[in-house]
């Protein structure tokens, strides 16, 4: 199996470095085919992606630990195997414990 398609392997090495950046965050593009984009992306707790516009289309499923989008229409918590549609708004991503979660956008 190629380990940069390991979404556990990923998941770790990611994790470990979001706890060793200032920031708190790490991501890796995993897949990357016009208009598809598939990122990894790791955030320790307390650690946010604050307010951003919305692609067209997007989904957000968490592979570990907890975290809520924020959003105006309201927030969602999403736990492990939870996987989300992201609102047609701007919104945000708070780590409600170390968390990683994968984040599929279409982009035209």
Do not use: F, K, W, Y
């Not at 989008?69 to 780590?95: C, F, N, W, Y």
């Not at 990683?100 to 035209?108: E, I, K, R, Y």
């Amino acid at each position: 199996m190629d380990a940069s398609n390991d979404l556990n392997a990923l998941a770790a090495e990611h994790l470990a470095a979001a706890r060793a950046a200032p920031h708190g965050r790490s991501a890796h593009l995993l897949l990357h085919q016009d208009p598809l984009r598939q990122t990894v992306i790791a955030l320790t707790s307390g650690s946010a992606l604050d307010e951003h516009n919305a692609p067209p289309a997007a989904s957000l499923q968490v592979l570990r630990g907890s975290v809520r989008l924020t959003a105006a229409s309201g927030d969602v918590e999403l736990t492990p195997g939870r996987l989300h549609p992201i609102p047609q708004e701007r919104h945000g991503l708070l780590a409600l414990e170390d968390a990683v979660v994968l984040l599929t956008a279409v982009n035209p």
